[in-house]
């Protein structure tokens, strides 16, 4: 999958101004979402056969990549509940 797909605004298209105002307000979120684009573009290359990596490890990247993506959704929750 290219990274446009794991794109924040492309998971998440019905929050695209809580997206907006998470990355101005929320230092966490900020940290959470950047741990997911650098987890994406990880997967990417390996996906990609850029760079060699063990399959059990691919694995792993994934599972980090969609616990970022539970705890952005989370904060999108939290945020909208406010």
Do not use: W, Y
Request: proline residues 4%; glycine residues 2%.
């Amino acid at each position: 999958m290219s990274e446009a797909g794991h794109d924040l605004h492309t998971l998440f298209p019905e929050h695209g101004p809580t997206l907006h105002a998470l990355k101005l307000d929320n230092a966490h979120f900020r940290k959470v979402a950047e741990d997911h684009h650098d987890l994406s573009s990880q997967i990417q290359r390996f996906e990609a056969c850029l760079a060699a990596v063990p399959d059990d490890e691919l694995e792993t990247l994934k599972k980090k990549r969609l616990f970022t993506l539970d705890e952005i959704a989370a904060l999108i929750a939290h945020e909208e509940a406010a």
